[in-house]
């Protein structure tokens, strides 16, 4: 058995925003992605998979039946099959490995399923994000559940706030364009949980409140509309506020090694670096309009092109 493939993902725009009602927009990453299958090969991946499955099993036996139910006969006898989920997503990067697992177990078990192929009302999108949110809250404490919702669609997402979102198109990418949005690798594993509670715990301040409010999340926003209608002057102008605004304000979400690298960016204008999901790891989202400067600039990091314009 080998199940249908999900997708890693990238929030281009809008972490922490989202949090607080905030813009946000989300994109397929499809060089990564993970399947279900069964194997009686015994690989360690294989076995420590199987062993989380299980846990994550005895956790959906748990939630609201009024919210979702769950076919976990057939799933723990898969499970005792040596049922795993197959994933060159890396954990902890910030790119969507749980959200991808919780969309494979929600299109194999889940009964009553919304499928992909159905009209996709605004009621049955807010019906999957609330499922999929405390599905995958067994991973990180509390989910949003738009990570699942991304790779279960597998189509970019446009958030306008907490109770509206929709599928939405973005610009094509030319073959010949010099801008690009890149992932750099910070060679370690980000944490999502204590970066999320290290962020609630500074909007306890009334000053960090009004930043987030008047500054960061305006630029993010902007962010969102210059990029989908493709105005990229507004764009990076946008980009850089928003770049410096991080550097200051959500230090404890920048590895240290990467602080002097993400002010070289706004200083040179080469490129501006941006968190990718809730940081403290993991992958780090960067944006220039002329890639070969950036990889110049960069040629001590690997960079992962993910978008070009």
């Known amino acids: 058995m080998k199940g249908p493939l999900f997708y890693a993902k990238i929030l281009l725009f809008g972490e922490y925003g989202i949090i607080k009602d905030a813009k946000g927009l989300s994109i397929p990453y499809n060089f990564y992605k993970g399947a279900l299958k069964i194997t009686d090969t015994d690989t360690e991946q294989a076995r420590h998979s199987n062993n989380k499955l299980n846990e994550f099993a005895d956790y959906l036996q748990e ?23 197959d994933s060159s997503i890396p ?10 697992l919780v969309a494979a177990i929600y299109d194999r078990y889940a009964h009553d399923k919304i499928t992909i192929l159905e009209n996709l009302t605004r009621d049955k999108l807010l019906s999957l994000k609330k499922i999929f ?63 999320v509670n290290k962020f609630m715990q500074n909007m306890e301040s009334p000053v960090f409140r009004k930043m987030i409010k008047e500054q960061f999340i305006s630029y993010s926003d902007n962010c969102v509309d210059h990029f989908l209608s493709g105005d990229i002057k507004s764009l990076f102008g946008d980009l850089r506020r928003l770049s410096k605004i991080v550097l200051t304000h959500f230090k404890p979400m920048i590895p240290k090694k990467f602080h002097s690298l993400w002010k070289k960016g706004i200083d040179t204008n080469a490129y501006y670096l941006k968190l990718c999901g809730s940081g403290g790891g993991g992958y780090i989202l960067g944006f220039t ?21």
Do not use: C, W
Request: aromatic share 10%.
């Open 91 to 100: 954990q902890g990067y910030g790119i969507g490995s749980s959200g991808a």
């Open 133 to 195: 949110g405390q599905m995958e809250s067994f991973f990180h404490g509390k989910s949003s559940g738009l990570d699942p919702l991304n790779s279960f669609l597998s189509l970019p997402i446009l958030i306008h706030s907490n109770d509206n979102l929709e599928p939405t198109g973005i610009p094509s990418q030319p073959q010949s364009g010099n801008g690009a949005v890149f992932l750099l690798d910070s060679g370690m594993m980000g944490e999502t949980a204590p970066m």
């Open 289 to 309: 309009q002329d890639i070969a400067k950036a990889q110049s600039v960069l040629k001590e990091h690997r960079l992962e092109v993910v978008y070009t314009f």
């Open 63 to 85: 939630l609201d039946a009024d919210l979702v139910k769950f076919n976990l006969k057939q799933f723990r006898t898969d499970l005792a099959n040596g049922l795993y989920f």
